[in-house]
């Protein structure tokens, strides 16, 4: 496997959580996208976040999609016009799941020549924000879908068919993401 770098997306603006939910801190006092950003920084370099610049004591690069706002698929487009030119798999999280590298490790293993390795949810939906992508693969999709403006992020799963699309079941809780305070308390943070 070549060079492996990470997209975390960090770019909502919490409508249904009600506050700033990337802020959250654990019982650790580390906060949601710190969690999330050290997680996959143990097996990619360079991460890259895409949304506001917050205070993050890890050596991260920051992108904004753009227009600002545009939502996962245009802030996936930007954080891959951000990558290095010799990286050849991208880890891609969302911000607001803690537990997403978890499922790092067994993504890069079953990858292999496939152009996507994702997780599973317990609904049995692909994830595609807890995934790792083959970088050719995925810069060739993102072509033709523009800034990605509130387009699903899901038409890039769809879009890397018939390549080979490889889900693992999530048993790490991986996909598990906070949407409500419900969440947040369930996956330990307040």
């Not at 603006?13 to 506050?19: A, H, K, V």
């Not at 049995?124 to 050719?136: I, K, S």
Request: charged share 25%; glycine share 10%.
């Amino acid at each position: 496997m070549g060079s492996v770098a990470a997209i975390v997306i960090a770019g909502g603006e919490s409508r249904r959580f009600g506050s700033d939910k990337l802020d959250l801190r654990d019982a650790r006092g580390r906060t949601l996208l710190y969690v999330t950003v050290e997680g996959v920084a143990r097996v990619a370099d360079p991460v890259i976040v895409v949304g506001p610049q917050r205070e993050l004591s890890t050596d991260v690069t920051w992108v904004r999609e753009m227009p600002v706002g545009g939502g996962p698929c245009a802030a996936l487009i930007a954080g891959v016009a951000a990558l290095p030119l010799d990286a050849t798999h991208v880890v891609v999280l969302a911000g607001d799941a803690p537990r997403g590298a978890d499922a790092v490790p067994a993504l890069l293993t079953v990858i292999d020549d496939g152009a996507v390795a994702t997780v599973l949810d317990t609904a049995g939906r692909e994830q595609p924000l807890t995934a790792v992508y083959a970088v050719p693969h995925l810069r060739e999709v993102l072509k033709p879908l523009g800034d990605g403006a509130n387009q699903s992020v899901r038409v890039v799963l769809d879009a890397l068919r018939p390549r080979t699309v490889i889900s693992l079941i999530d048993a790490w809780g991986a996909s598990d993401d906070i949407d409500v305070a419900e969440d947040a308390q369930r996956l330990g943070f307040d």
